[in-house]
């Protein structure tokens, strides 16, 4: 494996050899070594991504840090793309990218790289909302998720964060993005309802839910969308929002869906991304390149994360003789889900028009028959929201 100063992830060819073509756009909160390609039990359609948390490296959290590291067997080729979203936003990764392809297919064909200006990434401490102190008081239930396993003293040995990923294929996203539009509410809803439900039937239904979203990339490329997202459904660049979702065995899907949505744009209205970052993760790491003024009464709690974006990002496309054929996404969450806490982490993504899902769990905490129910009851509620049927929580609680 090998190491980077600035390392946020690394990667291990499994075997069989790699399918196809990849390009996968990776931000993690650890140095991990993570497995590319390893079937499941589910089919070859469900991919598990293992990663081992490593000590949590801090060296580049306020700097803007790309790295890149091929692997190819002489066909077939893998890129990961890492990132430091704490020090660029989503855009400026993305052209990152794109113009390291576009100057890799220009030394394949032997032309010179083009010349293109410079820019200078903006300080993360002017993105800092003045109105910071009016963050509201975060609270959480008393009990969370019970560990399934005693934790080892040291965070390097025993933890880590283990996934499942889900590829829906095309029709299946238009008809989910279709029901939600229907329903008067959107694939973040959604994304948020499939969530909370599996939270609440693997702790017996304890409620209310504390929800983290991530309104992440491609959204926020704006023109580059395609097709092009606009007004709501458009998110700006990274933005964590915070409510707690209550919800109760009676209550219909789709009732959950709108309920969610519309916290979601409440809390848009009024949180800015890193505020809410700054607030909760102040006390590990923000006071290194944050003012402690923006903090009252920091905390970590383990909880859910969501993340969902609708669009289709223009990189998975012919470059010359390079042909980006698959775009997956792993996204961190900088400390609050803790490889050493019973956190969960769903995020969603439409690469190709085609819904991309990683359900994230962490062990020992969480545990294997855990982890796969959760991805399994979030993905029984998306088929049955694309379905457009409106089902009452009991029925994904059995």
Same mark, same amino acid.
């Given at each position: 494996m090998d190491q980077n100063p600035y390392l946020r992830c690394a990667i291990r060819p499994a075997e069989p050899p790699l399918p196809e073509q990849q390009l996968i756009f990776a931000e993690l909160p650890h140095p991990v070594p993570q497995v590319s390609s390893e079937y499941s039990q589910w089919g070859p359609a469900d991919v598990a991504l293992k990663m081992v948390a490593f000590a949590n490296t801090r060296r580049a959290q306020?700097?803007?840090?790309?790295?890149?590291?091929?692997?190819s067997d002489g066909g077939k080729h893998l890129l990961l793309a890492s990132l430091n979203q704490a020090g660029m936003d989503g855009v400026a990764s993305y052209h990152i990218f794109d113009t390291f392809l576009q100057n890799l297919?220009?030394?394949?064909?032997?032309?010179?790289?083009?010349?293109?200006?410079?820019h200078q990434f903006v300080d993360i401490l002017s993105r800092i909302p003045q109105? +910071?102190?009016?963050? *509201?008081?975060?609270?959480?239930?008393?009990?969370?998720?019970?560990?399934?396993?005693?934790?080892?003293?040291?965070p390097n040995h025993g933890c880590y964060t283990d996934a499942y990923v889900k590829d829906f294929s095309d029709t299946f996203t238009k008809r989910l993005i279709d029901a939600c539009k229907e329903h008067g509410t959107s694939v973040q809803g959604a994304i948020s309802t499939a969530n909370a439900i599996a939270i609440a039937k693997v702790q017996a239904s304890q409620y209310p839910l504390p929800q983290v979203y991530l309104l992440q990339c491609p959204t926020s490329l704006r023109k580059q969308v395609e097709p092009q997202v606009a007004g709501e459904d458009n998110a700006n660049g990274t933005s964590w929002l915070w409510w707690i979702q209550r919800i109760k065995p009676t209550d219909l899907v789709w009732d959950v869906a709108r309920n969610a949505w519309e916290s979601?744009?409440?809390?848009?209205?009024? +949180?800015?991304?890193? *505020?809410?970052?700054?607030?909760?993760?102040?006390?590990?790491f923000a006071h290194e390149i944050f003012s402690p003024d923006a903090l009252d009464k920091p905390f970590t709690p383990p909880f859910t994360v969501n993340a969902s974006s609708v669009g289709k990002i223009p990189i998975a496309k012919q470059y010359g003789s390079i042909t980006v054929t698959n775009v997956h996404a792993m996204l961190g969450t900088y400390d609050q889900v803790s490889p050493i806490e019973p956190g969960v982490t769903t995020q969603a993504h439409t690469f190709d028009d085609r819904l991309h899902v990683t359900f994230m769990f962490n062990m020992p905490a969480v545990g294997q028959q855990r982890g796969r129910l959760l991805a399994q009851t979030q993905i029984a509620v998306l088929e049955a929201m694309a379905d457009s049927v409106d089902p009452p929580v009991s029925t994904f609680l059995q």
């Open positions: 306020s700097k803007s840090v790309a790295w890149l590291h091929l692997i297919a220009c030394c394949t064909a032997g032309q010179p790289i083009p010349q293109r200006p410079q109105d +910071k102190q009016r963050a *509201t008081a975060l609270s959480v239930p008393a009990h969370f998720m019970p560990l399934l396993a005693p934790l080892p003293p040291d979601i744009k409440s809390e848009s209205k009024f +949180k800015n991304g890193l *505020t809410f970052w700054v607030r909760l993760l102040g006390h590990r």
